[in-house]
């Protein structure tokens, strides 16, 4: 299987930017360039990416800001080979670890997370995915049935199981995403009783199932139109965990939520991007 690949050469501090308006237009992984020069984006080729898109996107920041881009394919086996010369274990505060199995294990932290990404996304290094770590490390979820909806490499669903879930769920639309999952659920020796992982949308989820958490850092497009799915499948007094977005997006999302009577309890921002925590009083 190939991957479109774009290279993209710009100023650091327009690296979260491009990754949010590519992310719009069919891409599902990136990778920062090192010293803060750019990044690179992946997506399957079945997305249908036309290079017209690309140019448009970029032609949007002209005015703005220096940028320059490469297109090409890139191999499943090669990808994950450059991405293993830079990837660089992440530290989420003083709480947790998440580092590749080639790695050395630190016990000054409480909790350590072996992640190899492969083509999916979630490996704590961008914003959304460390805010989402660090907001359930303080919920108690011990005993709690869990939804990773959009799992990328199941990095949320594996703190899940190690906090203590009873039940962990999680689904991704993309065949590596639950590949890799399940992979890396095995390398952090999570027995299999306790997870269900399967490809699909949100409307993939069992009609009955209902869940203590749903966890969902997707994109401000899927999430609006995935909230009021997502809300029937949250018991009463559960929550909704939701990241993905920037702080201007939070108002929308709010909007959204609170016609499906859920309501914010806490939230954090990051270098302009954002994690809500919300309850459902329905």
């Known amino acids: 299987m190939s991957y479109i690949s774009l290279e993209v050469n710009c100023q650091e501090d327009f690296i979260e930017i491009f990754m949010a308006e590519l992310a719009e237009i069919g891409f599902s992984t990136f990778q920062e360039k090192e010293e803060g020069s750019g990044l690179f984006a992946y997506s399957e080729e079945n997305q249908n990416i036309e290079a017209s898109q690309i140019e448009g996107l970029f032609q949007q920041y002209e005015s703005l800001t220096s940028v320059t881009y490469e297109l090409g394919t890139v191999e499943k086996e090669n990808w994950n080979s450059d991405w293993e010369k830079n990837y660089q274990p992440i530290e989420v505060e003083d709480k947790i670890l998440v ?5 050395s294990s630190n016990p000054q932290f409480p909790i350590e997370i072996v992640v190899t990404p492969k083509m999916s996304f979630g490996t704590g290094h961008h914003e959304t995915t ?3 770590l660090n907001l359930m490390h303080d919920m108690d979820l011990k005993g709690k049935l869990v939804l990773d909806a959009g799992c990328g490499t199941g990095i949320l669903a594996i703190l899940a199981s190690i906090k203590g879930a009873k039940e962990v ?5 993309d065949d590596w995403a639950v590949e890799n999952t399940n992979e890396n659920f095995s390398l952090n020796s999570i027995e299999n009783s306790n997870y269900k992982i399967w490809k699909g949308e949100v409307n993939s989820v069992p009609h009955k199932a209902v869940y203590d958490l749903i966890l969902a850092n997707i994109n401000k ?15 009463k007094d559960g929550f909704l965990m939701l990241s993905g977005f920037y702080e201007d997006d939070i108002q929308d999302i709010l909007n959204e939520c609170d016609k499906f009577s859920l309501k914010l309890v806490n939230q954090s921002v990051r ?5 809500l925590l919300l309850k459902n009083n329905k």
């Open 99 to 103: 580092r590749a199995d080639f790695h």
């Open 130 to 132: 460390f805010q989402m």
């Open 169 to 173: 769920d999680a689904y991704d639309i």
């Open 221 to 235: 497009n899927i999430l609006l139109a995935d909230i009021q799915h997502l809300q029937k499948h949250i018991k």
């Open 271 to 275: 270098n302009q991007w954002s994690a």
